[in-house]
């Protein structure tokens, strides 16, 4: 069977219909709106007549930026796609798989910028993953969840 998959970018909706969506792991009537191809942000219901909408994405860090704008950037990015639930942003976990070129100093300037971006957009941060690994380069290095 040839391979189908773009060269680069995103999974045809084809592909998602066929293959991701049928698989979506325990089934739940709290899911109230699931993965759509194209479209990051899901909403459960976490109590009675209380929804959360989640998205997730890669990080995206561009260090040519400057590290406080690419801190910034970074944060915008996966709050946009939150934001667009129309519910207000209240938490995050992010996973940072970091080139091994990023130094001491990089990485403080980089978190304490988005931490106090986060701050400023309300936003919690509850959880996350930071480590240094071969073969990862910006501008993706992990990716992150916004409640």
Not at 40 to 63: Q, S
Not at 88 to 113: M, V
């Amino acid at each position: 069977m040839p391979d189908r998959l773009p060269e680069m970018g995103k999974i045809s909706p084809e592909f998602f219909e066929r293959v991701i969506y049928p698989s979506l792991g325990a089934k739940s009537e709290k899911v109230l709106v699931g993965p759509r191809h194209g479209v990051d942000t899901g909403i459960v219901e976490v109590a009675e007549g209380m929804v959360m909408a989640l998205t997730t994405d890669p990080i995206f860090v561009v260090p040519e930026y400057g590290w406080e704008r690419a801190a910034w950037f970074a944060v915008h990015i996966l709050a946009s796609d939150a934001a667009t639930s129309g519910l207000p942003l209240a938490f995050a976990t992010f996973d940072l798989n970091l080139p091994l070129s990023i130094g001491e100093e990089e990485l403080e300037t980089l978190w304490r910028h988005m931490a106090e971006e986060c701050k400023t957009l309300g936003i919690s941060i509850v959880a996350g993953h930071t480590a240094r690994y071969q073969g990862c380069s910006y501008p993706m290095i992990g990716g992150a969840t916004v409640a």
